[in-house]
């Protein structure tokens, strides 16, 4: 494994720990700022939207200079986003500082597919792009767990000073490890554009915004709904974080895997498994056990759609990959935030902490729906879609 996949990794480790950890904190932040659980909800779809905003536009602006210099910019900015949170007074700053940080998070997740993509064998790219992903998944169990026992133990704003000093040290690391790859030859807005004239292209980010959402519509309320509903102690929901994490990074190393064998198929498995299981999970989620092995299955379901995903726009977006792969990191997010709020909607209008779980289904139903539109079209223009899957994405050194 190449030692810039590492560096990588510990970039996507703080910047993982970030996105997911205030999932588990939730309740503590709503009660610091006097505001209900549904609008502390909008801490999750405010980074969201900052995702979605920041990764074309960070993307585009990076094309002027060097990929690795570029990615230690978007550090930089997500350690300033993280210190703003930890010393807000005010609700509104906070959000602001979570916006802040989330600007890095699409550019950085979306450059680092195309470098990873670009250090391996053409056989090897989902896995090489799931390499990188493992830092997120691994955050899910480690620095998410343990954020939520600090900010829980000795408050939220301490978890996420501790946040911002992980960012320097992700900072630090690509600084150090990962090649000075020099800017690729005639990367300019317009080629990058291109790649959205492909509908396979944008039918794989509908995919992503659809599949990867319903995911957040069941775990951004994860707290409330195992205290509430399964009886769990407000201590339990870190290590029940855990077991969400371990499913993410067990569902990671099997979607890179497979993902570079058979795309396709572990698409439809994914999504379909991942529909079944939230529906389950207005049921499961009365009983502890039930539902702690629940949770880990929609991490290991949702996170294997992830490599998968990724490498189906970047094949499909030869030749002008980064603002391609920078956006669906977007799309990503986009379905976070919308289903995030979608699940506030529901527990708002009294439906009760399950609730999400039923939106969440819907959402990675319609993701599976259109996987089998995207193949059917694919079938029906061989020629065309057999060029592009085959087009290798072009190596930069």
Do not use: C
């Not at 210190?83 to 509104?92: D, Q």
């Not at 944008?202 to 409330?224: D, E, H, K, R, S």
């Amino acid at each position: 494994m190449p030692l810039a996949l590492l560096a990588l990794a510990v970039g996507a480790f703080g910047i993982g720990t970030t996105e997911f950890v205030i999932m588990g904190l939730l309740p503590e932040i709503a009660a610091d700022y006097g505001v209900s659980i549904p609008t502390a909800g909008l801490l999750v779809t405010g980074y969201a939207l900052g995702v979605v905003l920041g990764a074309p536009l960070l993307t585009v602006l990076g094309t002027r200079i060097s990929r690795k210099r570029m990615l230690m910019l978007l550090m930089g900015l997500f350690v300033l986003g993280n210190l703003v949170s930890a010393l807000a007074p005010s609700f509104g700053l906070m959000l602001t500082g979570r916006v802040v940080a989330s600007l890095a998070h699409g550019a950085f997740f979306g450059i680092g597919s195309v470098v990873a993509a670009d250090l391996v064998a053409p056989d090897k790219k989902a896995g090489a792009i799931a390499t990188m992903f493992t830092g997120l998944t691994i955050a899910n169990i480690v620095g998410v767990p343990l954020g939520t026992y600090i900010g829980q133990a000795v408050g939220w704003r301490i978890t996420f000073a501790g946040v911002a000093a992980l960012g320097i040290v992700g900072l630090l690391g690509i600084a150090k490890l990962v090649p000075a790859m020099p800017r690729p030859e005639g990367a300019h807005l317009r080629r990058e554009l291109t790649a959205f004239r492909n509908p396979q292209v944008l039918l794989a980010m509908a995919m992503t915004v659809l599949g990867f959402g319903g995911v957040f519509a069941a775990i951004t309320y994860i707290a409330p709904m195992m205290t509430h509903v399964a009886g769990y102690s407000d201590g339990a929901v870190t290590w029940l974080l855990v077991l969400f994490g371990i499913g993410m990074f067990l569902g990671n190393l099997l979607g890179g895997k497979y993902a570079d064998r058979k795309l396709m198929p572990m698409l439809y498995t994914t999504l379909g498994g991942l529909a079944v299981v939230l529906a389950l999970f207005t049921l499961t989620a009365h009983n502890k056990v039930l539902a702690a092995i629940t949770i880990m299955l929609v991490g290991a379901l949702g996170f294997a759609t992830v490599p998968p995903l990724q490498k189906r726009v970047l094949d499909q977006a030869h030749g002008a990959p980064t603002l391609a792969s920078a956006v669906n990191i977007g799309a990503f997010n986009l379905g976070n935030a919308l289903s995030a709020w979608l699940g506030g909607m529901v527990i708002a209008a009294g439906l009760g902490y399950t609730a999400p779980n039923w939106v969440g289904a819907v959402l990675a139903a319609a993701a599976l729906g259109l996987a089998f539109w995207s193949a059917a079209l694919e079938r029906r223009t061989p020629a065309t879609a057999a060029d592009t899957v085959a087009a290798p994405v072009p190596v930069h050194h």
